[in-house]
Structures are given as C-alpha cells and as structure tokens.
C-alpha cells in the first residue's frame, strides 16, 4: 500500500469523448505526477505538478492537461480520446522540497481506460 | 529514450538469488540508478538506488561496477511473489526530471 489512490479504476469511452481521471497522493507529499503506460510497454512522463503549478511534461500534446489542488489532489483531463489514448494511466506522488523531485516516487494502481 | 539496456525476461527458481543485470554505458557523474518493479495489475513500487557505492535495504541489494556503466539488482532469495517486470533507471538525484522507463526485464520466479 502507497497511500496514493486512484479512481476510477477501468473505464470506457467512446473516440472524441473528454475523460477526467483523479488522484489522491500519499499524506505529506507535495508533487504529483502522471504516466501513461500503453500495453506491454513502460510508463511514460506526462506531466507533473508542484504547489499546483505544472512544472514538468512530457512529449504528449496540450489535449493532456492537469490540475493539482490545495490539498495536493490531482487530475489528469484528456480531450477528443482518439483510439491509442487507451492505456493504464498512472499517478505518483512524492516530497520534494524546491519543485525538485529528489525522492522515490510512490505509485497508484492506476486508471485502466479503453477508447 | 531510456538510457539502460536489460534483458527481454529472466527465470530464477524459488529460494534462489535473482541477479537482474542492467547497462547504462552513457550514465553521467550525476545521475543515480533507480531500481522499480511492477507486479501484475498494479502501479510500480520503488526497490533502491544508488549513485557508486554498493546500497542494501530490506528488499534487494545494488551493486554499481567501479566504472558505473553497468550494475546488478539482487534479489538474495527470490519467492513466487518476486514475479515481476524489473525496470532500471538512471536519473538525476535533483531537479524536475520525470522516471524514464524502458521495458525492463520480466523476473519470473518458478517453484
């Protein structure tokens, strides 16, 4: 157990729908990430985000984007789902105390989406 | 791109050592090994890390050759619930650099 949640755990979309998955991190954690993990292959940066600013991303377009809020929650929007958005999406949290992410990151069970 | 290099999978049978081998030829003076693993269905977990010096914890030991172009991830007495996908990473220990994940070595343990 890491402490991080996710929800919700598989869904299923229809292409150029809008998705909304969310995260929980672990108590006390300040930095929040996301990966996609596409099947048979490793998780892959998104983006991440510090006191509820994005300070990290990943070679993925704008129709990924993020929130982090107050209480270090999280969520990953993806707009107009195209048919290879489908993957685990993975969230991670972690302490950093400037924005730089020095510490091992703690992992959610992810967010299983089919388009 | 990931900068290591690991075997497709490897097998090591119950109650033995697993040696997880791992190539990072182009590591620079900075950046530290990362060692992850994720079982089945879930989200990887953190094994250990280390940047020169040999590292131990509960779970695994790390040996990084003199050189630091190649270490070894061992697990000293594997068990069926060691089956896993066995990634190396080599990262900055600071700044805003994300994991950067390969395919990693699938460990399967065999009773």
């Known amino acids: 157990e890491t402490g991080v949640t996710q929800s919700p755990t598989h869904l299923i979309k229809t292409r150029g729908q809008q998705v909304t998955l969310r995260c929980s991190s672990q108590?006390?954690?300040?930095?929040v990430s996301w990966y996609q993990q596409a099947l048979g292959q490793g998780p892959q940066f998104i983006f991440q985000?510090?006191?509820?600013?994005?300070?990290g991303r990943g070679n993925f377009p704008p129709r990924f984007s993020g929130l982090q809020f107050p209480n270090y929650s999280s969520e990953l929007n993806v707009n107009a789902l195209l048919l290879g958005d489908s993957a685990l999406y993975l969230c991670a949290s972690s302490l950093a105390q400037t924005g730089e992410n020095t510490g091992e990151l703690f992992f959610g069970e992810g967010s299983r989406l089919t388009v | 791109d990931a900068k290591t290099t690991q075997p497709t999978s490897m097998d090591c049978a119950e109650g033995r050592a697993a040696n997880l081998p791992c190539n990072h030829s182009?590591?620079?003076?900075?950046?530290?090994v990362y060692w992850y693993r994720q079982i089945h269905s879930q989200g990887p977990q953190y094994i250990i890390h280390?940047?020169?010096n040999n590292e131990t914890n509960e779970m695994a030991s790390l040996i990084i050759t003199e050189d630091r172009k190649s270490s070894t991830l061992i697990l000293p007495h594997a068990t069926l619930r060691d089956t896993a996908v066995y990634y190396c990473i080599v990262r900055v220990y600071s700044g805003n650099t994300p994991l950067v994940f390969g395919k990693g070595t699938r460990l399967s343990v065999i009773a």
């Open positions: 108590s006390g954690h300040n930095t």
């Open positions: 985000y510090y006191r509820e600013e994005e300070n």
């Open positions: 182009t590591i620079s003076g900075n950046e530290y």
């Open positions: 280390g940047l020169k």
